[in-house]
T-cell receptor
Framework: IAGITQAPTSQILAAGRRMTLRCTQD?????MYWYRQDLGLGLRLIHY???????GKGEVPDGYSVSRANTDDFPLTLASAVPSQTSVYFC?????????????FGEGSRLTVL | GQNIDQPTEMTATEGAIVQINCTYQ??????LFWYQQHAGEAPTFLSY??LDGLEEKGRFSSFLSRSKGYSYLLLKELQMKDSASYLC??????????WGAGTKLIIKP
């Protein structure tokens, strides 16, 4: 089934540990995004990539890094996790990098940092 | 600053009609989206408006007034499965997507 796959779906992590959330899409979309979603807040953009080989910072990039080595994969890394990074993380892709195309979301990764 | 406002929560009755409003103040406008998100799941696309007027898609319709910075999502013949959060998002002049906090819709029998 075409779409976006995220892993892991859920993780509990000790503060200070390094963690990588994986995201893979098979729709050949150029644009990919990482969002975090917290109760009472809208989706907040962490990092984005308009095409393979390029990345950019979103609204809340501190403490996170991304890479885009190819079209399909867009991993998100927390170098040293802190409790404020407890959240649900969504990866998304779009065939438009101009914010005018439908976003396709992965199922989310629920991360708890203790 | 940029802002999207939508009611936090609404309640409606099965079979009825409900209108979810969204007002926005953004630096420019390049389109408005509505997404549906069931609890514990990912958002899914409902509609996209870039011109003024009403777009109808089955039981769901979305309206846009760019001059008023206003949109609404209209859900007809409500079903229990429509219980979800509805997210409004606007693409600004820099093609950045600005998200509202979402409206939780509760459907009662």
């Amino acid at each position: 089934i075409a779409g976006i796959t995220q892993a892991p779906t859920s993780q509990i992590l000790a503060a200070g540990r390094r963690m990588t959330l994986r995201c893979t899409q098979d729709m050949r979309h150029n644009a990919m995004y990482w969002y975090r979603q917290d109760l009472g807040l809208g989706l907040r953009l962490i990092h984005y990539s308009n095409t393979a080989g390029t990345t950019g910072k979103g609204e809340v990039p501190d403490g996170y890094s991304v890479s885009r080595a190819n079209t399909d994969d867009f991993p998100l890394t927390l170098a040293s996790a802190v409790p404020s990074q407890t959240s649900v993380y969504f990866c998304a892709s779009s065939d438009s990098s101009r914010g005018t195309g439908e976003l396709f979301f992965g199922e989310g990764s629920r991360l708890t940092v203790l | 600053g940029q802002n999207i406002d939508q009611p936090t929560e609404m309640t409606a009755t099965e079979g009825a009609i409900v209108q979810i409003n969204c007002t926005y103040q953004t630096s420019g406008f390049n389109g408005l989206f509505w997404y549906q998100q069931h609890a514990g799941e990912a958002p899914t696309f409902l509609s996209y408006n870039v011109l003024d007027g009403l777009e109808e898609k089955g039981r769901f319709s979305s309206f846009l007034s760019r001059s008023k910075g206003y949109s609404y999502l209209l859900l007809k013949e409500l079903q229990m499965k429509d219980s979800a959060s509805y997210l409004c998002a606007v693409t600004d002049s820099n093609y950045q997507l600005i998200w509202g906090a979402g409206t939780k819709l509760i459907i009662k029998p």
